[in-house]
């Protein structure tokens, strides 16, 4: 039995500020780093899924996942990799 | 003036506990998705960057952005990806 292995990335859309990112931006400006455009910050989530089922089975189950706990999809994206 | 865009995983070291990914596992199981293994959570987060400065540079200074603030490197890993 192996694993599947799943990357979540959960992004703000485009247009939802993103204040913990503009704060990271005053940060690395404040020690000195200069030509900071603009920050953003997600998250990243790493599924172990038992490899029982397909990959088609495993991506409509990431789906739901996202769709249910781990994005908010009013403000959200996410996207999903399945590795081997 | 084109903009260079990076991105940054921030995940914890292999070892080191994670209770935000296990309360993820744990809420997952809760809501009925079963087989989910291993949940570990991360930081993404996305920098762009005014493109003055070639690749090395644009790298060199990620990674001091990363060991200074981005990154605990006590507990944490962190890679860099340079986009176009």
């Known amino acids: 039995m192996g694993v599947l292995k ?6 703000l859309k ?3 500020l993103d204040p913990q990112g503009k704060a990271v931006q005053h940060s690395l400006a404040a020690l000195g780093f200069g030509g900071v455009e ?10 172990d899924l038992a490899d ?16 249910q706990l781990l994005a908010n999809t009013v403000i959200e994206d996410y996207t999903i990799d399945i590795a081997e």
């Open 38 to 47: 603009q920050v953003r910050q997600g998250k990243y989530i790493e599924v």
């Open 52 to 67: 029982g089922s397909s990959r088609e089975q495993a991506r409509a189950a990431l789906d739901a996942m996202c769709r």
């Open 6 to 11: 799943a990357k979540v990335h959960v992004t």
């Open 14 to 16: 485009p247009g939802v």
